[in-house]
């Protein structure tokens, strides 16, 4: 026993095993993992991966529960007896092992992975994993590759069925990308393997084996539409009536709103969506709350967050303050419009933690005025933004200011 009243993990009760199986099934197993299979008194695991282990088993056999969300219930209602987890390649890229994770400890976990679909794909194509970048689409909506997508950039994307390879290269051709090395692998390391390679645009209709990994090796046409990595996208790619913070405000705003991983956004009078979009792409982790009355624009919204990859932003249709209720608390709060109405600033105030960012922008004299009553009684930081743009002034060029813009960031403390 430690000195601090814990138990190392090496004496816990591991009871539960997780296993990788992949489709070569029994023959791809150590002496470990076929150990732990033939010792549970329990075995669960998906249709395929319990026929891929039959000739191991001696338990009860669990095929997972539909819905999934109630599987690991059922493994802890067994806790203490031998239990057995199968699943494919690593249990923790993308996989049961990770749900099952939130409720078990570690220490009570013996866990042997497989090669994982990702390592196999890259073994087969002679690609370094580590230059690579993944995804899983499995269940997810194929428009969260679109960020991945840089010239000569490869990318792994995990898929749902023997229909979503097609799916996948229809969107990029969509988004110009059509000329990119396009590879299907079907069934990895099964007896029915396969590569099967073209341009994207090339792929059509085809349909392929369920078990399969999308491999691109990234070819950008003249109008792709590439995510640039910095903040600041071109106003061109959201579609917009007018009410959008414009590109290099939009830089200014992601910078003072300092977004970290994990956290959440609440994006007030979200016009387009940009910001919110922009908060989503700066890392996978990042959620955001988009919170537009007019209807219009928020069908909008969701559009354009498709469009440009990030199709789990949160939309909410309504007037706030009213709009806020029962949101999730956020991390950071940006108004950009609506900020005049009763309620909405101090709403927004109150829900922030203690840490929390605030940044509103102004552009009438009416928000403005708030602003530098805020600052009065808040403190925090107000900044001028005034840009203009070269435009042409008879035969010549001059200078188009565009209308300025106050900002207030605050810290709630």
Not at 132 to 149: K, N
Not at 203 to 231: C, K, S, T, W, Y
Request: glycine share 12%.
């Amino acid at each position: 026993m430690a000195s601090n009243g814990l138990r190392s993990p090496a004496a816990m009760e591991k009871w539960l095993a997780v296993v990788g199986i992949g489709e070569d099934g029994v023959a791809g197993l150590g002496q470990e993992a076929r150990g732990l299979i033939a010792g549970a008194a329990h075995v669960f695991g998906g249709a395929r991966h319990l026929a891929l282990a039959q000739s191991l088993i001696r338990g009860a056999v669990h095929p997972w529960p539909a819905p999934f969300d109630t599987a690991a219930r059922a493994v802890l209602e067994l806790r203490g007896q031998a239990v057995c987890v199968l699943a494919s390649g690593d249990p923790f890229l993308y996989g049961v092992g990770a749900t099952l994770s939130r409720h078990v400890p570690p220490g009570e976990m013996r866990v042997v992975p497989a090669p994982s679909a990702f390592s196999l794909a890259a073994a087969r194509l002679g690609w370094a994993l580590q230059d690579v970048g993944t995804v899983s689409l499995h269940g997810r909506p194929i428009t969260l590759i679109l960020p991945l997508l840089h010239p000569g950039r490869r990318v792994l994307a995990l898929t749902s069925d023997g229909q979503a390879p097609a799916a996948i290269a229809a969107l990029l051709t969509e988004a110009g990308f059509g000329a990119s090395d396009f590879h299907v692998l079907e069934a990895l390391g099964g007896a029915e393997e396969a590569v099967r390679a073209s341009r994207a645009d090339a792929v059509g209709d085809a349909v392929f084996h369920p078990l399969n990994v999308v491999a691109v090796m990234v070819i950008a046409g003249e109008a792709a539409r590439i995510l640039p990595r910095a903040p600041g996208l071109d106003d061109g790619l959201f579609a917009h009536d007018g009410q959008i913070t414009r590109r290099e405000v939009r830089a200014l705003t992601l910078s003072a709103l300092q977004p970290r991983r994990g956290e959440l956004l609440w994006d007030i009078g979200a016009g387009a969506g940009s910001v919110a979009i922009e908060w989503m792409l700066a890392d996978p982790s990042l959620r955001a709350v988009a919170i537009e009355e007019n209807e219009t624009r928020a069908a909008r919204i969701r559009e354009n967050a498709a469009r440009l990859g990030v199709p789990g932003l949160r939309i909410v249709t309504g007037a706030a303050p009213a709009a806020l209720d029962g949101l999730p608390q956020p991390d950071a709060v940006f108004i950009g419009g609506g900020g005049t109405d009763a309620g909405v600033v101090p709403g927004a105030i109150e829900a922030l933690p203690h840490g929390g960012r605030m940044v509103a922008n102004a552009v009438t004299l009416a928000m403005e005025t708030l602003l530098l009553d805020l600052h009065r009684r808040h403190g925090g930081e107000l900044t001028r933004i005034a840009l203009a743009r070269a435009a042409p002034l008879g035969g010549m060029t001059g200078w188009r200011p565009a209308m300025p813009v106050t900002q207030w960031r605050w810290v709630k403390p």
